[in-house]
T-cell receptor
């Protein structure tokens, strides 16, 4: 099976802009979770989607949002970008069948100037 | 809220040596899962090993094994016969058994294997 894919891999934006990141899970996986990784805060959970519904949300402002499509692909959106949003955004998918294992994509490196 | 603590920011060992990475966690739950993930310089997060809290037997995956002490809330990773390719950041992570696909990560340990 193909792994989790994320696009784009790199992105440069300026403050105030918005950005959309995409994640395609492993075939058959219906749960997609998003994480933000920064040197200062480490890895932090953003949200999880299952069957097109947000099931869990981390402690991030409303500028961070997401959605999931019927084919389980997910997008996350960050509006009104701030310098502190510069990070590696990781997506992970899970089949939810017993083992509770999450498989991660390669990440999208977002730089906000 | 659950927390995960990795007290060793950096470690360095010689190739072929054995190294142990420490992790402690805090939770009031009885059913949960613990994981070790490896993140090499490529930044790809790779699952190394998984432990279910209700299982007393320590998980093992080839050269990787854990020492799971539930009462002490400790979950250390032992890497035997370390290889240059083991050089990476290692993250300990916690997930509740309630079905929520939310990992809580420790701050990570940067492991360097020297030739």
């Amino acid at each position: 099976k193909a792994g989790v894919t994320q696009t784009p891999r790199y992105l440069i934006k300026t403050r105030g802009q918005q950005v959309t990141l995409s994640c395609s899970p492993i075939s058959g996986h219906r749960s997609v979770s998003w994480y933000q990784q920064t040197p200062g805060q480490g890895l932090q959970f953003l949200f999880e989607y299952f069957s097109e519904t947000q099931r869990n949300k981390g402690n991030f402002p409303g500028r961070f949002s997401g959605r999931q499509f019927s084919n389980s692909r997910s997008e996350m959106n960050v509006s009104t970008l701030e310098l502190g949003d510069s990070a590696l955004y990781l997506c992970a998918s899970s089949s939810l069948e017993g083992r509770n294992e999450q498989f991660f994509g390669p990440g999208t490196r977002l730089t906000v100037l | 809220a659950q927390t995960v603590t990795q007290s060793q920011p950096e470690m360095s060992v010689q190739e072929a040596e054995t190294v142990t990475l420490s992790c402690t966690y805090d939770t009031s739950e009885n059913n949960y899962y613990l994981f070790w993930y490896k993140q090499p310089p490529s930044r790809q997060m790779i699952l190394v090993i998984r432990q279910e809290a209700y299982k007393q037997q320590n998980a093992t995956e080839n050269r990787f094994s854990v020492n799971f002490q539930k009462a002490a809330k400790s979950f250390s990773l032992k890497i035997s016969d370390s290889q240059l390719g083991d050089t990476a950041m290692y993250f300990c992570a916690f997930m509740t058994g309630q079905g929520a696909q939310k990992l809580v990560f420790g701050q990570g340990t940067r492991l360097t294997i020297n030739p």
